[in-house]
């Protein structure tokens, strides 16, 4: 069992009303010389954008296939340091962000969880982010509290620490990296039918609690003629902030438990598992709900270039046997997390330029 520990409570003057402004309204606050510094929501991404960041994904998986290339990019960041910080349970997100930062040749630090740190001694998180920021260029932080990512970017912004940092998924709320290897998922799948303009696309089970889901939402605002199925049982329906980003700019969007009616015409269907650990519910409750999984029977019902996702870990949403069909695209997707990640991260420290003129 882990020792008790206790943290020391602080309130930083003037966080509260900045956290309170409207995400959209706060954007230039993350900028620096005219580049994202810190990554936070997904609401900082446009369209121009996630076509650039496609782009150099592409690029950097190309290039690391040789030994000359993946030479080249492990030496464009070999004078750049990152720590890893991650206080909530994750495996392939971290693993994914500590080898995008090999690629690029970064070395790191990491703490995966409070009780070696001086936390256990009573420090605030936020004393023991700005010991970090002593010693690092970036920091990618996996938190469960919902905007301590940006509570951290905006405490190191006041103090012009220019350390970039990276929201690793924070609470229920976003998971911002996430959303950006699903868009490249989603683009590289339809590069023959006309990418992720005018597709539809079913986000299935917890969508309440499931951030990855909440943050791709917040996307669609920068492609054409989406239409959003969200499918869930009455308790997990999508929550009415992302509900009313949607209607704000009228992107279509249908609710519905009945899963069944819209398998045969989505071109995605996105899985998700129940979240569980934010339930207050007792242990022995229900958090199976057959309703909403993804079967092998499924895909005699689905269309022919429908592709099925999953950001993973899975329980019980998609069956094992789903994996063999080359529909079933959650393994590539959780592989382009790597090579996503390495460009999100070049593109920070702004080095993009010299990997695409590899391929000019
Ligand atoms: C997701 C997460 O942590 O939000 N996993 C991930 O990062 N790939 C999804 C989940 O835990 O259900």
């Keep these: 069992m882990d020792e008790p520990k206790e943290v020391t409570i602080q309130t930083y003057q003037g966080w509260e009303e900045f956290y309170s402004i409207e995400k959209s309204d706060k954007l230039d606050f993350f900028i620096r010389n005219g580049r994202m510094l810190d990554i936070l929501f997904s609401q900082q991404f446009d369209r121009s954008f996630l076509d650039d960041m496609c782009i150099l994904a592409t690029q950097i998986r190309r290039m690391a296939l040789t030994k000359m290339g993946a030479q080249k990019l492990s030496g464009l960041l070999s004078h750049k340091r990152a720590m890893l910080y991650f206080v909530q349970p994750s495996t392939r997100t971290f693993i994914s962000f500590l080898n995008a930062c090999h690629i690029l040749g970064m070395k790191i630090s990491e703490i995966r969880g409070t009780t070696t740190s001086s936390e256990v001694k009573g420090e605030s998180q936020e004393d023991t ?24 970017a ?96 009228k992107i279509e969007f249908h ?40 079967t092998k029977e499924h895909l005699a019902v689905i269309q022919s270039h429908c592709i099925i996702m999953h950001p993973l870990p899975r329980r019980y949403e998609i069956e094992v046997e789903v994996d063999k069909d080359p529909r079933a695209v959650y393994w590539k997707q959780e592989r382009n997390g790597m090579w996503m990640r390495a460009a999100l991260i070049s593109y920070i420290f702004g080095v993009n330029d010299q990997i695409s003129a590899e391929f000019r």
């Design 255 to 294: 609710e519905t438990d009945d899963f069944a009616s819209v398998m045969p015409d989505a071109d995605a269907i996105y899985m998700t598992r129940i979240q569980k650990e934010y339930s207050e519910a007792p242990a022995e409750e229900s958090d199976i709900y057959p309703d909403f999984h993804f």
């Design 154 to 249: 905006w405490l190191l912004n006041q103090n012009k620490l220019p350390i970039a940092i990276i929201n690793g998924g924070s609470g229920p709320d976003q998971h911002p990296t996430q959303a950006l290897l699903d868009i490249y998922t989603l683009e590289r799948s339809f590069r023959n039918i006309g990418g992720l303009d005018g597709k539809k696309i079913a986000m299935v089970g917890d969508l309440k609690r499931g951030r990855t889901v909440r943050s791709l939402s917040y996307l669609m605002r920068n492609y054409r003629d989406i239409q959003l199925y969200f499918v869930s049982p009455e308790v997990f329906r999508m929550r009415d902030d992302i509900k009313s980003f949607l209607q704000k700019h």
């Design 129 to 152: 982010i700005r010991t970090f920021a002593s010693y690092v260029d970036l920091i990618i932080i996996r938190h469960p509290e919902e905007g301590f990512a940006e509570k951290t």
